[in-house]
């Protein structure tokens, strides 16, 4: 009897959590027409390594997980599925890269001045439209129910790895292709 106490306090938490997140997400809808994407977000072509020009290579490990590689200076970046790979490996090398490869139309108008603002509603607004989901899907499955959408959250997680490419670009671009991004930006996965 004391377990369903205790998830019923885990619940009403998520809910509360999630209402918070709802509220925010409400307040950046003003901004909505800026989500329009070309393609799908898993449709990723890795790109060269910046230090040797060379096409990484794509394997898959034994632990199931991705891996783009550089043969010749070993470079790597890792992720769950193939196109998670890619894009943290396109984070990692984008210094010779611009805007204009991010499929986001909005980052093609001419709108000077609002690029930065564009890349931030989207940076947010992925990343609680993504926890929304986990938290909804969190929910259902301690009620018992079915949870939604689990290729719909992987889908937010791909658009917000993509907005997180254009954030990075948009450093390079403001520090004259000097920006070395930190480890850890902006928000993690």
Known sequence: MQ??????????????????????????????????FQGSPFDVSPWQCETCKVDPELHRKNNGKWICICPRCSKEAIGKDRWESI????????????????????LHKDCPGQVENIIIYLCDYYYLKKKQVGLSRQIAQMRGVRPPGKKYQKRLTAFYHWALLAKDLQKNKENDGSYKKEKESYRTT
């Open 87 to 106: 894009l943290r490996w396109n984070r990692e090398n984008c210094s010779l890269r611009t805007l204009e490869d991010i499929p986001f139309q909005a």
């Open 3 to 36: 377990k369903q106490v205790k998830i019923s306090q885990t619940v009403t938490y998520l809910e509360d959590k999630l209402e918070k997140i709802e509220v925010r997400l409400n307040c950046l809808l003003k901004g909505e027409h800026y989500q329009d």
